[in-house]
């Protein structure tokens, strides 16, 4: 059993599926769009495999409100191999003016991760 993937509504895609292509490799699939609802979608597949992310919209979807801890969803992580690689694309996310909220560090649980935040403010984790 495997988690085939995971759904994040966002009220504009376009900055979000740029984000995933250009940072993490992402490959885009056909868009899906339901007339009825006004619901539309947008598979990434990520560079080996594993879990995909689908971006969704319709009409209404707002952000979110911006509070420390919310239940539910908390982050993405990304395995990236080694610590240079972590080093690496957060000082490009950096440059690039995306929010670090974190690291590089090495974390109690002995991860060596950084946090940043993709376009819609949601915390993607790089870990080595």
Do not use: Q
């Amino acid at each position: 059993m495997r988690i085939e993937h995971v759904a994040v509504y966002t009220p504009d895609p376009a900055p979000m599926r740029a984000f995933y292509r250009t940072y993490f490799g992402a490959e885009e699939g056909a868009p899906y769009h339901n007339p009825r609802t006004g619901l539309s979608t947008w598979f990434l597949t990520f560079p080996e495999g594993g879990c995909r992310l689908e971006l969704m919209t319709r009409p209404g979807v707002e952000s979110p409100p911006a509070a420390p801890f919310l239940a539910g969803y908390t982050h993405l992580c990304f395995a990236l191999g080694n610590r240079e690689a972590v080093d690496s694309l957060t000082a490009r996310l950096a440059a690039d003016g995306f929010a670090v909220k974190s690291g590089p560090r090495v974390t109690g649980d002995g991860y060596y991760e950084s946090c940043v935040l993709d376009p819609d403010g949601n915390e993607v984790e790089l870990v080595g």
